[in-house]
């Protein structure tokens, strides 16, 4: 059974950090591209990160780049999130999901993944 479960969210103040993990089950995680997503009220998903199948290639939203960096252990079946000078429209539920590695693979589109944890929230604020 698939399971990929995310922790490490929290309320933090803006300019703080967090680190956000994945533990991956059930599928053999070094054939999947692994990403985070995330959600604020109101708002489609928003891709945020995504980690290539060996970890090798990292992509990052124009919103996140140069403040988050996503990496993974494939030994451990893990995907990280660090977050790094929060901003409040940072906001939102933040998802953990895998998908396989197609040649036409694209990294910020929900449809790529067919794998999702429950999400994990993460509160920027004051």
């Known amino acids: 059974q698939v399971q990929l479960v995310e922790s490490g969210g929290g309320l933090v103040q803006p300019g703080g950090s967090l680190r956000l993990t994945c533990v991956a089950s059930?599928?053999?995680?070094?054939?999947?591209?692994m990403a985070w997503f995330r959600q604020a009220p109101g708002k489609e998903p928003e891709g945020v990160a995504a980690?290539?199948?060996?970890?090798?290639?990292?992509y990052y939203s124009d919103s996140v780049k140069g403040r988050f960096t996503g990496s993974r252990d494939n030994a451990k079946t893990t995907l990280y999130l660090q977050m790094n000078s929060l901003k409040v429209e940072d906001t939102g539920m933040y998802y953990c999901?895998?998908?396989?590695?197609?040649?036409?693979?694209?990294?910020?589109?929900?449809?790529?993944?067919?794998?999702w944890g429950q999400g994990t929230q993460v509160t920027v604020s004051s």
């Open positions: 999901a895998a998908g396989f590695a197609r040649w036409d693979f694209r990294a910020f589109e929900t449809d790529s993944y067919t794998e």
């Open positions: 059930g599928f053999t995680h070094s054939y999947y591209y």
């Open positions: 980690i290539s199948p060996d970890g090798d290639t990292a």
